[in-house]
């Protein structure tokens, strides 16, 4: 039910996934305002949490919100992993509220991959579940998003990047100074120092590890300077010419690419733009069965044992 | 003697900001190293900071530095402005300990000014002077950063938004939210609240205050993001349709473009770009005129004062 084009898009989404991918979806929302399901079953929920509300009250009123219901069949075993493309935050607190987290994961983080032409996405986290952030913490991000970048992008030795404000180990906020320290003694994890924010769309390197507050500024900084170098291009080149670019700066655009994944909780929840297309829901529920198919959770609960 | 092409296109800047636009240029550095100065006055330095020295050791190591002697000259009313294509740091502080700050400000702050197509830049700052700030200090950037808008750019009420991860009031850090509320009762600023990072490049907000550690990494996260996308559409486009569109995307670049300004210091301290041409010396210089011409000191100092 969540989604800018919810439930036609999405409805149309999740019957592509069952045909072309062969995955078996459940949806969950309000069967007599669904579309033509194709014969996919659906789980009854009542409420809807709309793109505009307060995640965490609106999490904790509507206790039959179609998100809640569908957090729950994973925390069940009634489905092996969620998609919305709904609120985030609200989906962020469903599944950390009703799956919990990975033992020993002190909070969980949203990972986005940047995407980036000619090489794999640039996993950015926390890209803004955690304002503010202990060491220790982003330690743990450090873990878990070089877990996700070596089985969702088969990378062997990720090499994970603590942002920062200049190369040197001496440079940033008290945070990312001890955070540095402890990144140089922690194993499992290829740490190769501080980067800055412009190595973000670089293939330099593959986890930016920070705090979700500088990470949200990254991420919606780089949606912005594309948003705003489109129109710029847009404006200046004919038509045809245009046709050539557009889709190339579309594939660049974090919001429509990815899918947020929020990384620490005990499932896979994964949340798309809120205006994704049927074409982007098909793809995020297959991503979404992939990280199931090659056990994403298991590498996140042995990256934060280790 | 500070860039990467000094002193020669350094020496032609100052010649050309002499020539075309009339202002008694003084040069700083070491005289047998200087091409032709056409008859501009030097001030001897034997001493250069690399761009790649550390700035605060540097500074306080090489007393003789072109920028040190900069900085003094200005102190000493023998120039009205120093512009410098040089290590920004070091340049930075050595306005800093030379000038002294304004009477009541607490910390300087870098202010960037981000190109946008059609319209005003906004101010960011701080840019990455101070990587932890105090609430106090944020509500000093607003009153020098909107100072700074209203007499460069000619806005008589420039809008000042304070960065965050979300419009609420209640979004982002505990810095963030006292500096809100501190923000909405300081009187002289007109305050629109929180923007976030995709707002830096629209018209909807003329001066953006942040700490110096969100500050750099948004500044560098939107020069990385213009990098890979302009790279994107090069790839892209045929040679011809490219060079209609690579000049658009050159204006877009806050670092060719601006020139930082440290605002707070006694003295007006402008740094251009390591790679700055001539022409980017020349309109650092004609900037640097302009701003002690309107009497920027004066507006800056009204604005902590009041």
Same mark, same amino acid.
Request: charged fraction near 20%.
């Given at each position: /039910? +969540?989604?800018?084009?919810?439930?036609?898009?999405?409805?149309?989404?999740?019957?592509?996934?069952?045909?072309?991918?062969?995955?078996?979806?459940?949806?969950?929302?309000?069967?007599?305002? @669904?579309?033509?399901?194709? %014969?996919? =079953?659906?789980?009854?929920?009542?409420?809807?949490?709309?793109?505009?509300?307060?995640? +965490?009250?609106?999490? &904790? &009123?509507?206790?039959? =919100?179609? /998100?809640?219901?569908?957090?729950?069949?994973?925390?069940?075993?009634?489905? =092996?992993?969620?998609?919305? =493309?709904? #609120?985030?935050?609200?989906?962020?607190?469903?599944?950390?509220?009703? /799956?919990? &987290?990975?033992?020993?994961?002190?909070?969980?983080?949203?990972?986005?991959?940047?995407?980036?032409? #000619?090489?794999?996405?640039?996993? @950015?986290?926390?890209?803004?579940? #955690?304002?503010?952030?202990?060491?220790?913490?982003?330690v743990?991000?450090a873990q878990?998003?070089s877990?996700?970048?070596?089985?969702?992008?088969?990378?062997?030795e990720? &090499?994970v990047?603590?942002?920062?404000?200049?190369?040197?180990?001496?440079?940033?906020?008290?945070?990312?100074?001890?955070?540095?320290?402890l990144l140089a003694e922690v194993g499992g994890i290829r740490f190769?120092? #501080?980067?800055?924010?412009?190595?973000?769309?670089?293939?330099?390197?593959?986890?930016?590890?920070?705090?979700?507050?500088? %990470?949200?500024?990254?991420?919606?900084?780089?949606?912005?300077?594309?948003?705003?170098?489109?129109?710029?291009?847009?404006?200046?080149?004919?038509?045809?010419?245009?046709?050539?670019?557009?889709?190339?700066?579309?594939?660049?655009?974090?919001?429509?690419?990815?899918?947020?994944?929020?990384?620490?909780?005990?499932?896979?929840?994964?949340?798309?733009?809120?205006?994704?297309?049927?074409?982007?829901?098909?793809?995020?529920?297959?991503?979404?069965?992939?990280?199931?198919?090659?056990?994403?959770?298991?590498?996140?609960?042995?990256a934060?044992a280790a």
């Amino acid at each position: /039910m +969540g989604g800018d084009r919810a439930p036609d898009e999405v409805v149309a989404g999740a019957r592509r996934a069952a045909d072309e991918h062969g995955i078996e979806v459940v949806l969950v929302g309000r069967p007599e305002a @669904l579309p033509d399901t194709g %014969g996919l =079953a659906v789980l009854p929920a009542s409420e809807v949490i709309a793109m505009g509300d307060d995640p +965490g009250s609106s999490v &904790r &009123r509507k206790k039959d =919100a179609s /998100m809640i219901r569908a957090a729950e069949a994973v925390r069940d075993g009634k489905a =092996a992993a969620m998609f919305s =493309a709904g #609120n985030t935050g609200a989906a962020m607190a469903s599944a950390l509220l009703r /799956m919990g &987290r990975i033992k020993g994961v002190s909070r969980p983080a949203v990972a986005t991959p940047l995407p980036i032409p #000619n090489t794999t996405p640039t996993v @950015l986290l926390d890209a803004g579940a #955690n304002a503010e952030c202990q060491a220790s913490w982003l330690v743990q991000f450090a873990q878990m998003g070089s877990a996700y970048a070596r089985v969702r992008y088969g990378l062997d030795e990720p &090499r994970v990047g603590l942002l920062s404000i200049g190369e040197e180990s001496s440079k940033g906020t008290t945070l990312v100074k001890e955070t540095h320290g402890l990144l140089a003694e922690v194993g499992g994890i290829r740490f190769i120092g #501080n980067v800055e924010g412009r190595d973000l769309l670089t293939d330099d390197v593959d986890v930016v590890v920070t705090d979700g507050f500088s %990470g949200n500024v990254a991420l919606k900084s780089l949606e912005g300077a594309l948003r705003c170098l489109s129109d710029a291009v847009e404006a200046t080149l004919p038509a045809e010419a245009w046709a050539t670019v557009a889709p190339v700066l579309e594939a660049l655009d974090p919001e429509a690419y990815g899918g947020a994944m929020l990384l620490g909780v005990e499932g896979v929840c994964l949340i798309g733009h809120g205006a994704s297309t049927a074409t982007a829901v098909a793809n995020g529920i297959a991503v979404a069965a992939e990280l199931v198919r090659i056990d994403l959770l298991a590498a996140l609960r042995n990256a934060v044992a280790a």
